[in-house]
C-alpha cells in the first residue's frame, strides 16, 4: 500500500463549515473597508528576496530566520511574501497609483508565509485582512485606520477590545533614542546571543526579543517617547486627542515596537476578550521611511494587519444558518428523472437544490437531506407523478403538503421567501 501524502508541516486545510465564517469575516471587513473607501489589490504570493529584505529590515527575525526564500529555476532569489505591507507599496510604486494628490487607501486579504514553530493559532502558512492608506502624513489619518480597524472587529462580534499605542518618532527622533539605548544595553550584562548581536546591528530590535529574562532587563530601558522631537510629539498628542474625542480608549504602551524597521510615528496593537495579554488580534503603525526606501518618492504610509486565523478563534459563535436549501427525494427512474430537470430549475430561480446521486431509499434520501441541513424535502414517488403532484415536507417540523408539479419551482421559491420573512429558517 502506498502511503498517503500529507500537508505541509505549518500548513492548514481550510475545511467546511468553517470555510463559511471565514467568508463571513471577509464579506463584513470588505461592507467596512468600502464605508471607508478603501479598495482592493489582490497581490502575487511571491516576490523578489530584497523587497523583504529591504523593507522589513536585514537583523528582523522575519528576514534573518523565517523567510521561505528559495532560488527559481533562473537563478533568482525570490520569497513567499512574510507580509504585506511592503508589497503594497512595491505595487503602488510599479503601477503609478502614487501619481496624483492626496491618500490612496486600498486593502488585501490572503495568506502569508513565515517558517516559524507551529503552535496553537500560529501557522506557517497564516492570513491577514491589511488596510493601507498612503500619500499623506496627518493624525487624522491615523485615527482614521485605527478607527477602521476597530470598526471591523467590533462588526465581527469581537468584544473587549484594548488599543494599545505609542508613538516610535521620525527617523531623527529614533537616532536620538538608538544612542541612549544602545548606552543602556551596553551597561547592562545578561542579553541572550540574539540580542548581543542585535546589539550591535540594530539596538531597536532587541525592544522585541521574545526572552523573559531579556524583557525583564529592558523594564528599565529609556522610552522612544522621552525622545519625540516637537513635530512628533504634537502628531501623537493629536491622535491621542482624536480617540478621546471619539470616545475610542486606548492604553499608551511606552514599550510597544513592532517587529519591523519601517515603522515611524504612530504604532498600535488591538488585544481582544479571549486572547492573552501578549497576544494581539491586530496591529499597525505608519511606515513614514518605506515608499523612499523602497526607491520612491518621499511619500508616508499607515496601515494594519488583522491576524485571520487567532480572529477566527476568538469569534463568538454566531448563529448564521446557511442558506434555505430544498433536497429532492426521488423514487424511481421516471421520478429521477423528474427531479434531475427539476434541480435545474429550481436553481435558475436563485434557490440552493440538491438531490442524492446515488438512488438510494426514501429513508437514506432523508437522512441525507437532514445531513445536508434542508429546509425542505420534495419527495417525488411515481403515483405522486402520475397525479402531478409532489409532497412537500417541512424538515423541522415534518409538516407536509401536497403541491402541483406544474409551477413547481415558483411555488417553492415562494415558500422559502416566506420562510425568510418569519426568520424561521
Ligand atoms: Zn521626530
Ligand atoms: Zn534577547
Known sequence: MTDTIRAVRGMKDLLPPESRRWQQVEAVSREIF?????????????ERTELFARSIGADTDIVAKEMYTFTDRHGDSLTLRPEATAQVVRAYLENGLHLGAGVKKFFTIGPMFRYERPQKGRYRQFHQINGEALGVDVPELDVEVIL?????????????????????GCPVCQVDFKARLTIFLARREGWCDDCLRRRAANPLRVLDCKSQNCQALLMEAPLLRD?????????????????????????EQPRLVRGLDYYTRTAFEVTAGGLGAQDAVAGGGRYNGLVKELGGPDLPGIGFAIGQDRLMEI??????????????AALGPPARETAFSLLRELRRQGLAAEFDFQDRSLKAQLSLANRLGASFTVILGDRELAQGRVLVRRMDGGEQQTLPLDGLAAALAALIAREKDEHRV
Not at 477602521?148 to 516610535?168: A, F, T, V
Not at 469569534?315 to 429532492?328: G, H, K, V, W, Y
Open 315 to 328: 469569534l463568538p459563535e454566531q448563529d448564521s444558518p446557511a442558506p434555505p436549501r430544498i433536497f429532492l
Open 34 to 46: 468600502a464605508r471607508y473607501g478603501y479598495q482592493e489589490i489582490r497581490l502575487p504570493l511571491l
Open 148 to 168: 477602521l480597524l476597530l470598526d471591523i472587529l467590533k462588526h465581527l462580534g469581537l468584544r473587549d477590545l484594548e488599543l494599545l499605542i505609542n508613538s516610535l
Open 227 to 251: 525622545c519625540l522631537d516637537d513635530d512628533c510629539r504634537r502628531h501623537y498628542d493629536r491622535v491621542l486627542e482624536l480617540l478621546s474625542r471619539f470616545g475610542v480608549p486606548y492604553t
